[in-house]
């Protein structure tokens, strides 16, 4: 290494050693404790918010399977002829119609059910419906699944930093009136010597 390397070295290390907790000679005892404090609750939030990721991803995402699970035992899909021409709704592609199907014991049922915007009367399409042959809701998409997973994930993580945010400011707002509290004492002490001075 060259010399101007070696003194780039040496002013980036000095630099670093300003910022570095009780290496100051004016840091008091209450900044280097709110320092260190600080240090604790990035450490805590590194370590508790993918902790936090894991644990509340799993769980969302578990549940949500087994959801899935249970709507596909319950539901399933059945043909059904529209009645009526596709009407425009606000969704867009999708419209309404009425239309009929049978349930899995033969007997029928009517009721609106959704259909390409402008499609006829007597089109095809397929409806999800329960074991007494009434409409139902698709059953959870597997990126559904997946999706509630990493929501809950960056819910856990937001969760964990809003609260050691929370304590930061706690923290930084106790040590700011110590520190005042601090500096009153002292300007007490010298405050009088340095009048006679004047």
Excluded: C
Aim: without cysteine.
């Amino acid at each position: 290494m060259n010399g101007h390397a070696k003194s780039q070295a040496g002013r980036l290390r000095r630099k670093l050693r300003e910022f570095w907790p009780g290496h100051s000679p004016l840091r008091r005892r209450w900044d280097r404790a709110e320092a260190a404090i600080l240090g604790g609750l990035l450490a805590a939030f590194v370590v508790g918010g993918t902790l936090a990721a894991l644990i509340a991803g799993h769980w969302a995402y578990e549940g949500a399977l087994r959801a899935r699970h249970g709507e596909l035992a319950a539901l399933h899909q059945v043909p059904a002829i529209l009645l009526t021409t596709a009407s425009l709704q606000p969704a867009g592609y999708y419209a309404s119609a009425n239309a009929w199907w049978r349930a899995s014991g033969g007997e029928r049922h009517t009721g609106q059910v959704l259909a390409l915007l402008g499609s006829p009367a007597g089109t095809k399409v397929t409806v999800w419906v329960d074991a007494d042959g009434r409409l139902a809701g698709p059953p959870l998409r597997y990126s559904q699944v997946q999706g509630q997973g990493a929501l809950a994930s960056v819910l856990a993580v937001m969760a964990v930093g809003v609260v050691l945010l929370g304590a930061g400011l706690a923290v930084h707002r106790v040590a700011e009136r110590r520190r005042m509290a601090a500096w009153d004492e002292e300007w007490r002490a010298i405050g009088p010597m340095w009048s006679r001075h004047g």
